[in-house]
T-cell receptor, first 115, second 112 residues
Framework: DGGITQSPKYLFRKEGQNVTLSCEQNLNHDAMYWYRQDPGQGLRLIYYSQIVNDFQKGDIAEGYSVSREKKESFPLTVTSAQKNPTAFYLC??????????????FGPGTRLTVL | GQQLNQSPQSMFIQEGEDVSMNCTSSSIFNTWLWYKQDPGEGPVLLIALYKAGELTSNGRLTAQFGITRKDSFLNISASIPSDVGIYFCAGLYKGGSEKLVFGKGTKLTVNP
């Protein structure tokens, strides 16, 4: 089955520690995205990548870092510089070129809790 | 940045009733997407709209791309308990980058 996987589903970390969230897709999609979701809020874009070895900051990139060494993988690191890291993190992917690339498909999410 | 105003924020309905929700913006959009999110899960794409005036159905769901290109509507007919969840609109606005803008969601509760 093709899809997007995120692991782990739940993650607990102590304040001050960096943590890396995994996102893998086998849909052969070129573009991948990371979003943050807080209760009662819409999704806010952290980083996105349209091609291997290239990525751009989204609206709330501060305190986060990413890499795109392989087409199917787009890990997100939440660093100790992120002031409020507890949230639900969603990874998504989409095909290029347009217009189909606008349809983003989401993984199941990782809930990060910083203690 | 651009904003989408999604309403209502929440709805409480009886099973069998029809539901309507919408998203509006002051900006012109080229694409509208509607997603449903179950608790603790990722959003699932329901309907994609690409043309002004376009009306698209997916089972009991119908969505429309507003003629002004500044709004979109989602209707659910004959609601059932499994329709419970949060519905999000998302759009790609004219003159913007390839980044989607999301509404804050409509939380739907269906009473059996």
């Amino acid at each position: 089955d093709g899809g997007i996987t995120q692991s782990p589903k739940y993650l607990f970390r102590k304040e001050g520690q960096n943590v890396t969230l995994s996102c893998e897709q086998n849909l052969n999609h070129d573009a991948m995205y990371w979003y943050r979701q807080d209760p009662g809020q819409g999704l806010r874009l952290i980083y996105y990548s349209q091609i291997v070895n290239d990525f751009q900051k989204g609206d709330i990139a501060e305190g986060y870092s990413v890499s795109r060494e392989k087409k199917e993988s787009f890990p997100l690191t939440v660093t100790s510089a992120q002031k409020n890291p507890t949230a639900f993190y969603l990874c998504a992917s989409s095909i290029l070129p347009p217009p189909a690339y606008n349809e983003q498909f989401f993984g199941p999410g990782t809930r990060l809790t910083v203690l | 940045g651009q904003q989408l105003n999604q309403s209502p924020q929440s709805m409480f309905i009886q099973e069998g009733e029809d539901v309507s929700m919408n998203c509006t913006s002051s900006s012109i959009f080229n694409t509208w997407l509607w997603y449903k999110q179950d608790p603790g899960e990722g959003p699932v794409l329901l309907i994609a709209l690409y043309k002004a005036g376009e009306l698209t159905s997916n089972g009991r769901l119908t969505a429309q791309f507003g003629i002004t290109r500044k709004d979109s509507f989602l209707n659910i007919s004959a609601s059932i308990p499994s329709d419970v969840g949060i519905y999000f609109c998302a759009g790609l606005y004219k003159g913007g980058s390839e980044k989607l803008v999301f509404g804050k969601g409509t939380k739907l509760t269906v009473n059996p």
